[in-house]
């Protein structure tokens, strides 16, 4: 009889996990240990286990091999796809018994449920916040260290949480993991596409005194308002250029480095920006993806895009009576 308890006979000591034989529990090993011996050879980041590193290379070759049969958008990884399949689907299986609210993916209602419990037996030793999760209090902990010991490889930016570096470390390799259900627009952080969500939502609630211009969220009106003021608080610590949003600054800061990680597959060309090679890349397919949603025409660039919304919005009003 086949006997199932002796299959797995090599157990991990650190969290128990056990595995069916010696070399996959040594392999399993150095995700405790630390040690990323798998580097690529491109961009140089480095991965504790192969099969990692095999599923970033793509993100170098661009090949998207994990097509949609629905719509035909392709995607690097299955992962990916899986997600995007939701946007036709639009199941929400996982529901929450107090609320309704339903998920689609299993993971999220975890996470909604302690919106309802409110518990958070988890204090920080030195100023009493509490956290529901062990690993927020952990992750909590670093804020009172002055230590920056996480080092982005790329641009030299330094971190206190190793989290946060790896999530920074998206905006060099162009990782999109969180896609929107609704368009299936991707971003690289789960905070942009919480916001990018207020846009299917409508609600513009937070409205700017000066010029009357609308927002979904205050964070954007607050950034708007030092259009007027001018106040500029972020600057270069290189060479000193002042802007008005921490997101230009970042931008900028990609102008010191040397560094173009993104090469075009059709003439050879790198760039520094992700976004710069997206645009370049509709040179080549002659892909127009921004559509005027009053006539209808199609631009290469969102910036080409915005001009020409602004024709409509002067036609309306050029002739308004004063009286």
Known sequence: MFNDAAVKSYGCEICGKTFNRRGNLKKHMDI??????????????????????????PIHTGVKKHVCEVCGCAFTYRGALDRHLLIHTRAKRYACEICGKAFSRKGHLPSHMKSHTGVKNLMCGICGKTFPRKESLNRHMRAHSTSRSYTCEFCGKAFRHPENVKTHMLIHTGVKDHVCEICGCAF??????????????????????????????????????????GVESCACE?????????????????????????TCDFCGKAFKHACSLKTHLALHTGRKDHVCEICGKAFLRRPDLKQHARTHRTATTKFECAV
């Open 32 to 57: 405790h240990s630390g040690v990323k011996k798998h580097v690529c050879e491109i961009c140089g980041y480095a991965f504790t286990q192969r099969n990692a590193l095999n599923q970033h290379l």
């Open 188 to 229: 690289t952080h789960r905070n942009a596409l919480n916001k990018h969500l207020f846009i299917h939502i409508s609600v513009k609630k937070h409205i700017c005194e000066i010029c009357g211009y609308a927002f979904t969220q205050s964070g954007a009106l607050n950034q708007h308002m030092r259009i007027h003021t």
């Open 238 to 262: 290189i060479c000193g250029k002042d802007f008005i949003q921490r997101a230009g600054l970042n931008y900028h800061l990609r102008v010191h480095s040397t560094l173009s990680i993104f």
